[in-house]
C-alpha cells in the first residue's frame, strides 16, 4: 500500500496509467474473436476466473453455438451445462439467453444496430436486462460495442482506494468519474483505445500486485519502483476486437 506518493488523483491515475503501459506493454484485451464473444464472456467472468471463462468457451465453440443462432436455437438447460465451468450457470445462461432475445426484439439481432445508438440509451437498456450490472454493461458498451465508456472492477477499487486517490467506501460512479478525469484531456478519437488497454492494464497488476492481500513487492507503483513517466499522449494501443459497429 503506496501512502508516499502525492498530487491531484486524477492526473496522477494517468501517470500510473503510463507507468503501467511501460512496464507491461500492450494487452491486446478484450480476448475474444468477436464482439458476440466479448459479451457472452463479460457475462461468464462474473464471480469466477478468466481461466473458468476460458473452458465455458472453449466448450461452446465446440459444440458450434457461440454465434447468434447458435445461441438462439440452444435450450437453456443445454447452455448451462456448457457454461458450467464458469459457475452460477443456471443465473448465467438465463441471462444470456435474456440478452439474445432482447437484441433479436429490439435491434433484428443486429449489433450493429445496437452499437449505432447514444451510449446512454444502450447502457440503460443493458442495466435493464438480468444478470447485467453497471460493471458488465459498461465491458459490453467499451469491448464490444466500441463505446467511449470507463471499465470499474474490483483491481480499479483496490488501485485507488490503497493509493488514496479517492475514499475506501467510493461507490462505482465515483470510481468511475476518477477514472474518466484522468484521461480528460486526451484526444477524444483515442479515449476508446486508452480506456481498453487501462483497464486491461489494471487487472494485470492487480493479478500479479494488487490482490485481496497487497503484494507490493516488485510492484510497478510501489513506493520505491515508482517514477511516473512522461505521458505520450500520441501513442495509443488499439484493441484487439473490432467494435461491431466497424
Avoid at 472453449?58 to 440452444?74: F, P
Avoid at 439481432?109 to 447485467?132: D, F, K, M, N, Y
Avoid at 483496490?158 to 468511475?176: F, G, M, N, P, S
Amino acid at each position: 500500500m503506496n501512502r508516499a506518493l502525492s498530487g491531484s488523483p486524477a492526473p496522477l491515475l494517468r501517470r500510473m496509467y503510463a507507468t503501467l503501459a511501460n512496464v507491461y506493454g500492450p494487452q491486446h484485451w478484450w480476448p475474444a474473436q468477436t464482439p458476440l464473444e466479448v459479451i457472452v464472456g463479460a457475462y461468464l467472468t462474473q464471480n469466477t476466473s478468466w481461466r473458468a471463462v476460458e473452458k465455458s468457451i472453449e466448450n461452446l465453440k465446440a459444440h458450434n453455438v457461440l454465434d447468434l443462432n447458435g445461441l438462439r436455437a440452444i435450450s437453456e438447460e443445454e447452455l448451462r451445462v456448457l457454461i458450467q465451468p464458469s459457475g452460477f450457470m443456471q443465473r448465467k445462461a438465463a441471462a444470456i439467453k435474456a440478452f439474445i432475445a432482447f437484441l433479436d426484439r429490439e435491434y433484428a439481432g443486429s449489433l450493429v444496430a445496437l452499437a449505432a445508438q447514444e451510449t446512454g440509451t444502450i447502457r440503460e437498456q443493458l442495466l435493464a436486462l438480468p444478470g447485467i450490472g453497471p460493471e458488465t454493461a459498461d465491458a459490453i458498451l467499451l469491448y464490444a460495442l466500441g463505446h467511449p465508456v470507463m471499465v470499474v472492477d474490483e483491481y480499479l477499487r483496490r488501485l485507488t482506494t490503497r493509493h488514496h486517490l479517492i475514499h475506501e467506501k467510493a461507490r462505482y460512479l465515483e470510481v468511475q468519474q476518477l477514472a474518466l478525469h484522468a484521461f480528460a484531456d486526451d484526444d477524444v478519437a483515442t479515449r476508446v483505445e486508452h480506456y481498453n488497454e487501462f483497464h486491461a492494464l489494471v487487472v494485470e497488476l492487480g493479478k500479479r500486485h494488487c490482490r485481496r492481500e497487497a503484494q507490493c513487492d516488485g510492484c510497478p507503483l510501489s513506493e520505491a519502483a515508482y517514477h511516473p513517466p512522461l505521458i505520450d499522449h500520441g501513442t495509443s494501443k488499439r484493441p484487439a476486437i473490432a467494435a461491431a459497429k466497424r
